[in-house]
Protein backbone atom coordinates (compact mmCIF):
# COMPACT_ATOMS: atom_id res chain seq x y z
CA UNK A 1 0.00 0.00 0.00
CA UNK A 2 2.64 2.50 1.16
CA UNK A 3 4.43 1.81 -2.47
CA UNK A 4 1.23 2.36 -4.42
CA UNK A 5 0.89 5.66 -2.70
CA UNK A 6 4.04 6.33 -3.59
CA UNK A 7 4.01 6.13 -6.38
CA UNK A 8 0.69 7.59 -7.56
CA UNK A 9 2.09 10.34 -5.81
CA UNK A 10 4.87 10.61 -7.92
CA UNK A 11 2.49 10.73 -10.62
CA UNK A 12 0.37 13.20 -9.70
CA UNK A 13 3.61 15.36 -9.69
CA UNK A 14 4.51 14.39 -12.42
CA UNK A 15 1.10 15.99 -13.80
CA UNK A 16 1.92 19.13 -12.00
CA UNK A 17 5.04 19.70 -13.43
CA UNK A 18 6.02 22.40 -15.99
CA UNK A 19 8.00 20.06 -18.36
CA UNK A 20 6.51 18.20 -20.47
CA UNK A 21 6.88 13.94 -19.15
CA UNK A 22 6.92 11.24 -21.16
CA UNK A 23 7.03 8.38 -19.01
CA UNK A 24 7.74 7.91 -15.16
CA UNK A 25 10.27 4.57 -14.28
CA UNK A 26 8.93 3.17 -10.71
CA UNK A 27 11.03 1.97 -8.09
CA UNK A 28 10.45 -1.68 -8.09
CA UNK A 29 10.07 -3.86 -11.57
CA UNK A 30 10.02 -7.03 -12.36
CA UNK A 31 12.75 -7.49 -14.26
CA UNK A 32 12.15 -9.68 -17.97
CA UNK A 33 16.05 -9.92 -17.97
CA UNK A 34 17.73 -13.85 -16.84
CA UNK A 35 21.26 -14.52 -15.91
CA UNK A 36 22.69 -16.78 -18.62
CA UNK A 37 26.61 -16.31 -17.83
CA UNK A 38 28.43 -18.42 -15.32
CA UNK A 39 31.74 -17.12 -14.19
CA UNK A 40 35.39 -18.45 -15.08
CA UNK A 41 37.34 -18.95 -11.97
CA UNK A 42 40.62 -18.58 -11.58
CA UNK A 43 43.15 -18.14 -8.59
CA UNK A 44 44.40 -14.04 -7.11
CA UNK A 45 47.74 -16.00 -7.67
CA UNK A 46 47.63 -16.08 -11.46
CA UNK A 47 49.91 -13.41 -13.35
CA UNK A 48 46.71 -12.34 -15.32
CA UNK A 49 43.88 -10.47 -13.87
CA UNK A 50 40.98 -13.30 -13.62
CA UNK A 51 37.98 -14.25 -11.73
CA UNK A 52 38.75 -15.28 -7.84
CA UNK A 53 37.79 -14.93 -4.34
CA UNK A 54 40.51 -15.07 -1.31
CA UNK A 55 37.60 -15.02 1.19
CA UNK A 56 34.95 -11.50 0.82
CA UNK A 57 32.10 -12.98 2.59
CA UNK A 58 28.81 -11.19 1.42
CA UNK A 59 26.46 -12.34 3.98
CA UNK A 60 28.61 -10.32 6.86
CA UNK A 61 28.53 -7.36 4.81
CA UNK A 62 26.89 -4.56 6.52
CA UNK A 63 28.43 -1.56 5.13
CA UNK A 64 29.28 -1.17 1.39
CA UNK A 65 31.70 1.75 0.27
CA UNK A 66 31.89 2.01 -3.66
CA UNK A 67 34.52 4.40 -5.80
CA UNK A 68 34.29 4.42 -9.46
CA UNK A 69 32.80 6.62 -12.34
CA UNK A 70 29.32 6.64 -13.90
CA UNK A 71 28.81 3.08 -13.90
CA UNK A 72 28.57 3.08 -10.12
CA UNK A 73 27.70 7.00 -8.37
CA UNK A 74 24.30 7.29 -7.73
CA UNK A 75 24.70 10.59 -6.75
CA UNK A 76 24.56 10.92 -3.17
CA UNK A 77 28.06 11.54 -2.54
CA UNK A 78 27.42 9.52 0.93
CA UNK A 79 24.10 11.42 1.33
CA UNK A 80 20.50 9.93 0.95
CA UNK A 81 19.89 9.02 -2.65
CA UNK A 82 17.38 10.43 -4.62
CA UNK A 83 14.86 7.48 -5.35
CA UNK A 84 15.14 5.99 -8.86
CA UNK A 85 12.73 7.17 -10.88
CA UNK A 86 12.86 9.30 -14.37
CA UNK A 87 11.66 12.31 -14.57
CA UNK A 88 11.22 13.41 -18.27
CA UNK A 89 13.29 15.18 -20.42
CA UNK A 90 15.70 14.21 -17.48
CA UNK A 91 16.88 10.67 -18.35
CA UNK A 92 18.59 10.59 -15.36
CA UNK A 93 17.05 8.59 -12.09
CA UNK A 94 16.68 10.69 -9.48
CA UNK A 95 17.24 14.01 -10.95
CA UNK A 96 14.94 16.71 -11.68
CA UNK A 97 16.24 19.81 -12.98
CA UNK A 98 15.22 21.77 -9.90
CA UNK A 99 17.42 20.11 -7.92
CA UNK A 100 20.26 18.19 -9.19
CA UNK A 101 20.43 18.10 -13.01
CA UNK A 102 22.43 14.61 -12.62
CA UNK A 103 22.07 11.59 -10.64
CA UNK A 104 22.44 8.16 -11.94
CA UNK A 105 23.70 7.26 -15.49
CA UNK A 106 20.56 5.19 -15.34
CA UNK A 107 16.82 4.41 -15.87
CA UNK A 108 16.96 3.02 -12.25
CA UNK A 109 19.20 1.81 -9.40
CA UNK A 110 23.19 1.19 -10.65
CA UNK A 111 24.02 -2.27 -9.83
CA UNK A 112 26.17 -1.42 -6.52
CA UNK A 113 22.62 -0.15 -5.11
CA UNK A 114 21.46 -3.30 -5.76
CA UNK A 115 24.18 -5.43 -4.22
CA UNK A 116 23.50 -3.80 -1.39
CA UNK A 117 19.71 -3.81 -1.17
CA UNK A 118 20.57 -7.30 -1.56
CA UNK A 119 22.50 -7.60 1.47
CA UNK A 120 20.85 -5.45 3.46
CA UNK A 121 23.45 -3.11 3.77
CA UNK A 122 24.00 0.31 4.25
CA UNK A 123 25.49 1.52 0.81
CA UNK A 124 27.99 5.06 0.88
CA UNK A 125 28.30 6.47 -2.56
CA UNK A 126 31.91 7.91 -2.71
CA UNK A 127 32.20 8.84 -6.14
CA UNK A 128 30.93 12.56 -6.57
CA UNK A 129 27.63 13.20 -7.60
CA UNK A 130 28.30 15.57 -10.48
CA UNK A 131 30.13 12.50 -11.83
CA UNK A 132 27.05 10.31 -12.41
CA UNK A 133 27.21 10.95 -15.99
CA UNK A 134 30.78 10.31 -16.72
CA UNK A 135 34.32 11.46 -16.24
CA UNK A 136 35.66 10.32 -13.23
CA UNK A 137 39.42 7.97 -13.80
CA UNK A 138 41.82 6.20 -11.88
CA UNK A 139 44.12 9.57 -11.46
CA UNK A 140 44.19 12.93 -13.55
CA UNK A 141 48.13 13.02 -14.09
CA UNK A 142 48.13 9.76 -16.07
CA UNK A 143 46.12 11.23 -19.05
CA UNK A 144 47.69 13.85 -20.96
CA UNK A 145 44.15 15.24 -21.64
CA UNK A 146 43.58 15.84 -18.24
CA UNK A 147 46.75 16.26 -16.56
CA UNK A 148 47.21 20.23 -17.61
CA UNK A 149 45.04 21.36 -14.76
CA UNK A 150 41.23 21.80 -14.18
CA UNK A 151 39.57 19.41 -16.63
CA UNK A 152 35.98 19.23 -17.43
CA UNK A 153 33.19 16.38 -18.57
CA UNK A 154 31.23 16.54 -21.71
CA UNK A 155 28.40 17.87 -18.87
CA UNK A 156 30.82 20.49 -18.53
CA UNK A 157 31.29 19.69 -14.83
CA UNK A 158 34.58 19.07 -13.12
CA UNK A 159 36.20 16.08 -13.70
CA UNK A 160 37.82 14.18 -10.12
CA UNK A 161 39.82 11.03 -9.83
CA UNK A 162 40.43 8.02 -7.41
CA UNK A 163 42.43 9.74 -5.81
CA UNK A 164 40.06 12.38 -4.80
CA UNK A 165 37.52 10.08 -3.91
CA UNK A 166 39.40 8.54 -1.85
CA UNK A 167 40.78 11.66 0.30
CA UNK A 168 37.18 12.95 0.46
CA UNK A 169 36.42 9.66 1.79
CA UNK A 170 38.89 9.23 4.41
CA UNK A 171 38.08 12.55 5.73
CA UNK A 172 34.46 11.95 6.30
CA UNK A 173 34.05 7.97 5.93
CA UNK A 174 33.71 7.41 9.28
CA UNK A 175 30.97 10.29 10.12
CA UNK A 176 28.83 8.05 7.81
CA UNK A 177 28.68 4.40 8.74
CA UNK A 178 29.82 1.87 10.46
CA UNK A 179 33.17 0.81 9.26
CA UNK A 180 34.48 -1.67 11.05
CA UNK A 181 36.67 -3.64 9.22
CA UNK A 182 34.96 -7.05 9.27
CA UNK A 183 31.74 -6.18 7.80
CA UNK A 184 32.51 -3.63 5.81
CA UNK A 185 32.90 -3.89 1.81
CA UNK A 186 34.88 -1.59 -0.66
CA UNK A 187 33.97 -1.92 -4.20
CA UNK A 188 36.25 -0.25 -6.75
CA UNK A 189 35.61 -0.01 -10.43
CA UNK A 190 38.06 1.92 -13.16
CA UNK A 191 40.29 1.66 -15.63
CA UNK A 192 37.04 1.21 -17.96
CA UNK A 193 35.52 3.91 -20.31
CA UNK A 194 36.48 7.04 -18.56
CA UNK A 195 40.24 6.08 -18.34
CA UNK A 196 40.11 4.47 -21.73
CA UNK A 197 38.38 7.43 -24.00
CA UNK A 198 40.82 9.78 -22.35
CA UNK A 199 44.01 7.56 -23.01
CA UNK A 200 42.27 7.42 -26.58
CA UNK A 201 42.32 11.06 -26.89
CA UNK A 202 45.70 12.15 -26.16
CA UNK A 203 47.37 9.37 -24.59
CA UNK A 204 49.11 9.11 -21.12
CA UNK A 205 50.80 6.35 -18.84
CA UNK A 206 48.84 3.36 -17.80
CA UNK A 207 52.00 2.65 -15.24
CA UNK A 208 51.11 6.05 -13.30
CA UNK A 209 47.70 4.65 -13.61
CA UNK A 210 48.59 1.33 -12.13
CA UNK A 211 50.41 2.87 -9.76
CA UNK A 212 47.51 5.20 -8.31
CA UNK A 213 44.97 2.08 -8.30
CA UNK A 214 46.96 0.28 -5.94
CA UNK A 215 48.05 3.58 -4.07
CA UNK A 216 44.27 4.30 -2.90
CA UNK A 217 43.79 0.55 -2.00
CA UNK A 218 46.76 0.98 0.29
CA UNK A 219 45.68 4.19 2.08
CA UNK A 220 42.23 2.54 2.46
CA UNK A 221 43.81 -0.41 4.11
CA UNK A 222 46.18 1.82 6.32
CA UNK A 223 43.64 4.64 7.24
CA UNK A 224 40.63 2.73 7.33
CA UNK A 225 41.39 -0.63 8.22
CA UNK A 226 39.70 -1.94 4.68
CA UNK A 227 39.88 -5.71 4.53
CA UNK A 228 37.69 -6.43 2.30
CA UNK A 229 37.66 -5.33 -1.69
CA UNK A 230 35.81 -6.00 -4.96
CA UNK A 231 37.15 -5.09 -7.84
CA UNK A 232 35.41 -4.91 -11.27
CA UNK A 233 37.65 -5.71 -14.02
CA UNK A 234 36.37 -3.51 -17.47
CA UNK A 235 33.78 -5.02 -19.38
CA UNK A 236 35.89 -4.39 -22.77
CA UNK A 237 39.33 -5.99 -24.11
CA UNK A 238 42.35 -3.52 -25.44
CA UNK A 239 45.93 -4.43 -24.75
CA UNK A 240 46.68 -1.64 -22.44
CA UNK A 241 43.51 -1.91 -19.91
CA UNK A 242 44.68 -5.85 -20.50
CA UNK A 243 47.87 -4.80 -19.07
CA UNK A 244 46.90 -2.61 -16.62
CA UNK A 245 44.33 -4.99 -14.42
CA UNK A 246 47.33 -7.68 -14.77
CA UNK A 247 49.88 -5.20 -12.78
CA UNK A 248 46.56 -4.27 -10.80
CA UNK A 249 46.02 -8.30 -9.79
CA UNK A 250 49.75 -8.48 -9.28
CA UNK A 251 49.50 -6.13 -6.70
CA UNK A 252 46.60 -7.08 -4.67
CA UNK A 253 48.23 -10.39 -4.43
CA UNK A 254 51.15 -8.46 -2.39
CA UNK A 255 48.44 -7.09 -0.27
CA UNK A 256 46.86 -10.45 0.40
CA UNK A 257 49.61 -11.90 0.66
CA UNK A 258 51.73 -9.40 3.15
CA UNK A 259 48.38 -8.71 5.40
CA UNK A 260 46.12 -11.13 4.37
CA UNK A 261 43.63 -8.41 2.99
CA UNK A 262 40.75 -10.03 1.22
CA UNK A 263 40.18 -9.83 -2.72
CA UNK A 264 36.93 -10.47 -5.07
CA UNK A 265 37.79 -9.67 -8.46
CA UNK A 266 35.00 -10.11 -11.40
CA UNK A 267 35.22 -9.55 -14.93
CA UNK A 268 32.68 -7.75 -17.02
CA UNK A 269 34.46 -8.85 -19.90
CA UNK A 270 32.80 -12.16 -19.60
CA UNK A 271 29.37 -10.62 -18.58
CA UNK A 272 28.86 -8.72 -21.57
CA UNK A 273 30.79 -11.02 -23.81
CA UNK A 274 27.90 -13.26 -23.23
CA UNK A 275 25.00 -10.77 -23.48
CA UNK A 276 25.90 -9.35 -26.79
CA UNK A 277 26.88 -12.82 -28.36
CA UNK A 278 23.02 -13.60 -28.02
CA UNK A 279 20.83 -10.71 -26.13
CA UNK A 280 17.61 -12.44 -27.22
CA UNK A 281 18.09 -15.17 -24.84
CA UNK A 282 18.65 -13.02 -21.93
CA UNK A 283 15.33 -10.90 -23.09
CA UNK A 284 16.65 -8.36 -24.53
CA UNK A 285 15.32 -6.43 -27.56
CA UNK A 286 17.24 -3.90 -27.83
CA UNK A 287 21.41 -2.34 -28.02
CA UNK A 288 20.80 1.17 -26.34
CA UNK A 289 17.53 3.39 -25.78
CA UNK A 290 18.47 7.05 -25.34
CA UNK A 291 20.59 8.36 -28.69
CA UNK A 292 21.43 11.04 -26.08
CA UNK A 293 22.17 11.56 -22.23
CA UNK A 294 20.49 14.64 -22.14
CA UNK A 295 16.99 13.93 -23.23
CA UNK A 296 14.60 11.27 -23.38
CA UNK A 297 13.23 12.07 -26.61
CA UNK A 298 14.02 9.89 -29.16
CA UNK A 299 14.50 6.75 -27.08
CA UNK A 300 12.88 2.87 -27.09
CA UNK A 301 9.89 2.32 -25.77
CA UNK A 302 10.90 -0.27 -23.45
CA UNK A 303 14.35 0.67 -21.66
CA UNK A 304 14.18 -2.69 -19.49
CA UNK A 305 15.17 -4.98 -22.28
CA UNK A 306 17.61 -2.39 -23.32
CA UNK A 307 21.32 -3.30 -22.59
CA UNK A 308 22.58 0.51 -22.33
CA UNK A 309 20.21 3.18 -21.04
CA UNK A 310 22.15 5.86 -22.64
CA UNK A 311 25.07 5.45 -24.90
CA UNK A 312 27.72 3.66 -22.98
CA UNK A 313 25.73 3.19 -20.34
CA UNK A 314 23.65 0.09 -18.38
CA UNK A 315 20.00 0.10 -18.24
CA UNK A 316 18.80 -0.44 -14.83
CA UNK A 317 17.72 -4.20 -15.63
CA UNK A 318 21.33 -4.66 -16.99
CA UNK A 319 22.53 -3.00 -13.58
CA UNK A 320 20.65 -5.68 -11.83
CA UNK A 321 22.22 -8.35 -14.18
CA UNK A 322 25.62 -7.24 -13.04
CA UNK A 323 24.87 -7.55 -9.46
CA UNK A 324 23.68 -10.75 -9.56
CA UNK A 325 26.79 -11.70 -12.00
CA UNK A 326 29.27 -9.89 -9.15
CA UNK A 327 27.42 -11.98 -6.48
CA UNK A 328 27.81 -15.50 -8.16
CA UNK A 329 31.11 -14.92 -8.89
CA UNK A 330 32.28 -14.12 -5.32
CA UNK A 331 30.13 -17.42 -4.41
CA UNK A 332 31.52 -19.53 -6.93
CA UNK A 333 35.20 -18.39 -7.11
CA UNK A 334 36.40 -18.47 -4.03
Not at 57 to 69: H, P
Not at 78 to 90: D, E, K, L, S
Not at 272 to 296: K, V
Request: net charge negative; with cysteine; hydrophobic share 40%.
Amino acid sequence: MLLFTLVCALVVAAKEHQEPFEFITAVNRTSPITLRASPVCGKLSSQLFSEANTGVTLNATKTVVAFGDSWTSNGSNGTIPFAPIVFPPNPSAGARLGNNFRARASNGYVWVEDLANTLGAKLIDASPPQYSVGGAVVDLSAWNSTNKGVTFTSDNLLRTDFVAETALFLQQGHFLADLTPETTLYTVQFGDFSDFTQYSLEGGDWTIASDSFLRQISLLQAHAGAKNFLIHWVNFQENVTSTFQDVVQQGLQKAHAENGTNFATVNLYNLFTAIQSSPAEWGYTNTTCLASQNFTTFGCDDPDRSIFYIPSHPSATTHEIMNQYTMLTMEKCI
